[in-house]
C-alpha cells in the first residue's frame, strides 16, 4: 500500500519569549494515515531546552512513526537528532505524547530568529522491513466492555451482518447460524499470500466455527477455516488441540489440523494467521495465539503435509465470513480488531499485535556501540566500547517490577506450595533452596495468620519499584510468573539456576540487552543528553528529568535512608522505547555473569559461564549522576538484597 504522513507545525521563538500560534492536522484520506493534533511546544525559560506535547491516533495502526524537523525561515527544514521522548520509530498511539528536544545542543546561537517545529507521523513503520500495515482492517463500535475500549466505529468496507448478528462494541455471534459477511475473498485475501489478525472471545465451547472462506452460503473445506471445539469442559481443543484448520493436500483430501494452544473460554484471545499458496506442492501456514507461535499440529489427515493445503486463495466465488453454521451451530461469542494484510506478518508483528499488555514495550532487534567513549564524563574502566548484535526482537518492562507485582506473584506462589516464609527471609521451596528476598524490611510484608497468611504491600507504596531482592528473587519471580500465567515457555530453571535465553518466558535481560533497550538508539551519557555534573552537589538537569537519584530524591513520606528514597515507578520521562526508570529510582539485576573485560565485538552476548558476582545495570535513588548512565557497570554476589537494587524482566513474546 502507499505510504502515508501527516505533519503539523508550530513557530516558537529561542533566547526569547514564547511565541506559540495553532494549527491542525493536516487533511488525510480515510483511515490509512496517522493524525497529529494538539501540539504544545514551551521553551524552558533560560535553556536552549524545548519540550513538546502531542497527540498521535492512527486508526488502524498500533503504532506510527514520528520524525521532528526545524527550520529559521520556514523553507529550509533539518531534522532534529538531539531529542528524546515519543519520537522516532514505533511511537504507539494515544494523547499526552511527549518530547524533550535540546534545541541549545543542535544551534550555537544564542538567540534565534522564529523557529518554525513541524511534527511528522509516518504510517511506514517497519519491522523486518515490512509495513506495519493492513489493506483493510474493520474495528467494530465499543466502549469499555470492549477489548480495546475503541469508539470509532466500524472503519473501513461496511459488512453486512445476518439477523442474528450484532455489530456493536464488538461483533457479536449468538451460536445460531449468525455470520458476517467481509466480501469476496480474492478482493480481500488476494492470491497467493496474506495475513489475518483477530482478537475473539468464545462464550460457548462446543463445535463453533469463527472464520472461515466459504462458497455461496454453503461451507466448503478449502483454503482455512478456524473453529473451536469443546474437548475438556474448561478448555477450547478438537482432540489433541485448540484450533480447527480445514484444507486441502495436494491430491484434494481434506485435512484437518489442530492446534494445541490451550484457550480459555469466556477469555479474550488474540489470533495471527499466516497463509502461503505460492509453494508448488501445498501451501504452509502459521498460526500465533495470544503472541505466541503454535507449533504443535496433528493432522488427521493428508500424511506428511501438516499444516498444508492447497488450492488458491480466493478462488471462485468464495467470500470470507465469520461466525460461520456448520456442525453444531455457529459461533458463540465476539469477534473485534479484524484486520488483513496482503501479505506474510513478520513474527515480531504477530507478536506485537498480540500482546496488548501495556506493561512491555516492543525493543527491536539491532546493533549498538556497547560501553562509553573515553570522554566521556564519569566513565569506568570496565566500559570499553565494542560493537554489539542483537538478533532477535525482545518485550521488556515498561517499569521495574513494583512491590504489587510482587506481592501478587509471591502469594501466587506461597498458594502453590513454591515458597517457604522463615523468620527472617523469604526461600524457594522447589528447586535448590536460595534467600529470594528479606522478610518485611522491603515494602513488602508477610502477613501471619489461622485463616489466611499472605504477603502484602505497606500502604501508598503499591506503584513504588521491588528492592531487597536477590537475583535469586528476581529469577524465582520470572520462573513463577512465567507459570502463572501459564502461556510461555519456562526460561528460568530454579535447580540450576540457569536461564534459556531462547525461551518464550520471563527472565531477567543479559547486560547487552538491558545497555541497548536503555540506549534506544542514543550514544550519549543518558538516553536524553549529556552528563554534566557527574558528582554534585548541583543536579545534573538532563539526569533530573529521566531518573531518581542522590541529589532529586527526597522523599519525607516513604524514606529510607537520610530522608531520601524510591518514588512510585513512571514519574520521569521515558526514553524512545517508551521505558521508564533506567537512569534511577533503583539499580536492576542482569543475567550476566560480571568480568571487568567483555571481549571484543560480539553478537548476543550472555557473559561468561561461570563468576561471584552478577552485573547490575542503572542508576538508584542514592546512587550518584555518574553511576546512573547507560554503559555503567556494577555487580554484586547474586545472594545480595541491598536496598537500592530491584530488576525488570524481559520475554521473547
Known sequence: ???????????????????????????????????????????????????????????????????????????????????????????????????????GAEWTLDVFPQVKIRLTADDAHRVGGEFFMPSHYY??????????????????????????AVVGQALR???????????????????????????????????????????????????????????????????AGTLYMGGKDSEGKAIRNAFDAKLEADRWHHIALVVDTSETVGASARLWVDGSEVTEVDAYSGEGLTNRWSGAVGGGSQVLKAGVGFGAGAFSGELDELRIYGRALEAAEAVVLGNADARYELVPAGSFTMGSPTSELGRGSDEVQRRVSLTQFFFMGRTEVTNAQMADVLNWAYGEGLIEVTADAVMNAEGRSEVLLKRDQNQIVFVESDAFSHFAVKEGRENYPCFEVSWYGAL?????????????????DLWEWTIDQQATGYRLPTEAEWEFACRAESVSAFYNGSISRPVGPEVDPVLNRVGFYDLNSANEEYPI????????????????????????????????????????????????????????RGGAWNSQAQDCRSANRSSSPPDFAGEGIGFRVVRRQ
Not at 476 to 492: D, S, W
Request: charged share 20%; aromatic share 8%.
Open 173 to 239: 455471534f449468538n451460536g445460531s447460524d449468525g455470520e458476517v459477511a467481509f466480501g469476496p475473498s480474492s478482493e480481500l485475501l488476494g492470491s497467493s499470500l496474506f495475513s489475518i489478525s483477530f482478537w475473539f472471545n468464545a462464550n460457548e465451547v462446543d463445535d463453533r466455527v469463527i472464520l472461515s472462506n466459504v462458497t455461496g452460503e454453503s461451507y466448503q473445506v478449502g483454503d482455512f477455516e478456524l473453529r473451536v471445539r469443546d474437548a475438556t469442559g474448561d478448555e477450547l481443543g478438537y482432540g
Open 476 to 492: 524465582a519471580y520470572c520462573n513463577y510468573l512465567t507459570r502463572k500465567e501459564g502461556v510461555l515457555t519456562q526460561a528460568v
Open 1 to 103: 500500500m502507499k505510504r502515508k504522513t501527516t505533519s503539523l507545525w508550530k513557530s516558537l521563538m529561542l533566547g526569547g519569549s514564547l511565541l506559540a500560534f495553532g494549527g491542525a492536522a493536516l487533511p488525510v484520506d480515510s483511515w490509512a494515515a496517522p493524525t497529529i493534533s494538539n501540539v504544545v511546544a514551551e521553551q524552558r525559560p533560560g535553556t536552549g531546552v524545548v519540550d513538546i506535547s502531542y497527540d498521535l491516533d492512527h486508526t488502524a495502526g498500533l503504532a506510527s512513526s514520528v520524525s521532528l524537523e526545524a527550520s529559521l525561515d520556514g523553507v529550509n527544514w533539518q531534522a532534529v537528532s538531539v531529542a528524546a521522548g515519543d519520537i522516532g520509530k514505533f511511537v504507539r498511539v494515544g494523547p499526552g505524547k511527549t518530547i524533550l528536544w535540546n534545541a
Open 561 to 616: 535512608f537520610a530522608g531520601k528514597g524510591t518514588h512510585p515507578v513512571g514519574l520521569k520521562d521515558p526514553n524512545a522505547h517508551g521505558l521508564f526508570d533506567l537512569h534511577g529510582n533503583v539499580r536492576e539485576w542482569c543475567s550476566d555473569w560480571y568480568e571487568t573485560d567483555c571481549g571484543g565485538d560480539a553478537t548476543n552476548p550472555a557473559g561468561p559461564r561461570t563468576g561471584t558476582a552478577r552485573v547490575i
Open 139 to 164: 474495528k467494530f463500535d465499543g466502549d469499555a466492555s470492549d477489548h480495546e475500549g475503541d469508539v470509532d466505529g466500524v472503519v473501513g468496507e461496511a459488512v453486512n451482518p445476518s439477523a442474528e
